[in-house]
Nanobody, 126 residues
Framework: QVQLVESGGGLVQPGDSLRLSCAAS????????MAWFRQVPGKEREFVAC????????SYTDSAKGRFTISRDNAKNAMYLQMSYLRPEDTAVYYC???????????????????WGQGTQVTVSS
């Protein structure tokens, strides 16, 4: 059973950068496709970015393109989200997730993921 733990959230100003980390324990992640989602109170959890098992394929929501970079280090059993040029609308709880589906592909739907972390709060405010 894989367990995921996010870290790196915090309070930052608009335009700042932040790097989120997702650490896995219990099982190696190197065969799984992974993703970042985020959720604001009262709204549905939404896709942010995904990465396939070897890191060769990534995908982003439109608002993240050019500002966020998803990456992974399979040797460290970890995944990251580098966020730059942060905006107030990026404020949310960010979750990492693991997909049980074919690791060669990248997935965007909540239903494609079976394991979630507890989330880390990102607040962008002046």
């Amino acid at each position: 059973q894989v367990q995921l733990v996010e870290s790196g959230g915090g309070l930052v100003q608009p335009g700042d950068s932040l790097r989120l980390s997702c650490a896995a324990s219990g099982r190696t992640l190197n065969v799984y496709s992974m993703a970042w989602f985020r959720q604001v109170p009262g709204k549905e959890r939404e896709f942010v970015a995904c990465i396939n098992s070897n890191g060769a394929s990534t995908s982003y929501t439109d608002s993240a393109k050019g500002r966020f970079t998803i990456s992974r280090d399979n040797a460290k059993n970890a995944m990251y989200l580098q966020m730059s040029y942060l905006r107030p609308e990026d404020t949310a709880v960010y979750y990492c997730a693991k997909s049980p589906l074919d690791g060669r592909s990248c997935y965007r739907a909540i239903g494609d993921f079976d394991t979630w972390g507890q989330g880390t709060q990102v607040t962008v405010s002046s």
